[in-house]
């Protein structure tokens, strides 16, 4: 297959969705169009590293309206060998160099600053990464929102600055509507030390609004992102279970949803009709009993009260119903918060324990 300016394709990227091609070893910029599945654009920067050559394949925004400006996806060898080793590492460390040479038109703006947190009050992760924002309520466990009141008090004025997914003018006005920030994928990328990380924490990967592309692109970046474990948790399974074939699922992906109450329990039955090699479930806030939950196919599940302005108490019964029914299941158990005013307002202790079991082990960079 041939592509503008007469340049050959290389190979193909892990999701087989963005080209890499044979072109001279000297920094320059080239447009390529790929034809034979869907079209999209991409920018190709082209820089040697010692004796390899790299290219740095960026997804540019001229043919996709979701996407503001271009943004760094993969960087390579311009070679048929796979990437291995210390081979591999020094592709990246020369993306990365060229990446702080502002070789890419993607300065970190406000937006970049709230995308990802190095601290974060989530006793269950390490950060967040936000590369979408924007949520609907859908069910009781939605009705105290925290991301919610985020979106209207703190990140407000930064939010409405970015056009929201669906661009209508009530979305416009409401700094909770869905919105893309391309410019925050790769932010993982920058990350060397492994990590936890919880994704989305103030929106929802499988909201109706967010396109398939849009979706894949954050799926794309997990991916690549192969050091970190990253939590997606989201209260629309029945949504990931429909997209699941046109997703890439690594095993460093895990899949959760939230289930407050047995009134949506159903949310588990989807939940194992993903291919995600980790499936959790979150029951936080817990508003009522779940002892019979069904956990087959179910590796973690984190429990927690309310917190907040109006928080609604979580009954110790509930709590320890839950725990003992992930003991019968031999599932890990992850006890967050009783909740009250703060999150911090009642500590972790569940019958004097602190439960903070994880259904994996975090590797260390080696």
Known sequence: MRVAGNTTISRYDLSGRFVI?????????????ANGYQPRRVVVHIAPSGSD???VVMQSSRTQPGFARPIVIQAVLLSAAPIRGPRGRRVFA????????????????????????????????????????????????CDHCYAHTVAHTKTREVYLRQLPVRDTEANRADPFAPRFWEDRLDLPLRWREPRR??????????????????????????????????QVLTKRPERAVRLADRLPWPENVWLGTSIESMQVARRADALRDTPAAVRFISAEPLLGPVDHLNLEGITWVIGGGESGIGARPVDPAWARGLRDNCTRHDVAFFWKQWGGRTPKSGGRELDGVEYSDYPTTLTAAG
């Open 21 to 33: 091609v044979a072109a001279p070893s000297s920094t320059q910029t080239r447009e390529v169009v």
């Open 53 to 55: 050559t790299v290219a």
């Open 94 to 141: 020369a993306a990365e160099r060229l990446r702080t040479r502002n070789a890419f038109p993607c300065p970190p703006d406000a937006s970049y600053r709230q995308a990802m947190g190095t601290k974060t009050g989530i006793e269950w992760t390490d950060a967040t990464w936000n590369p979408m924002t924007g949520c609907t309520k859908l069910s009781a466990g």
């Open 197 to 230: 990380v919880f994704v989305n924490s103030m929106s929802d990967v499988f909201h109706a609004h967010f396109s398939l592309d849009q979706i894949r692109a954050v799926f794309d970046i997990m991916t690549l992102a192969h050091q970190h474990e990253f």
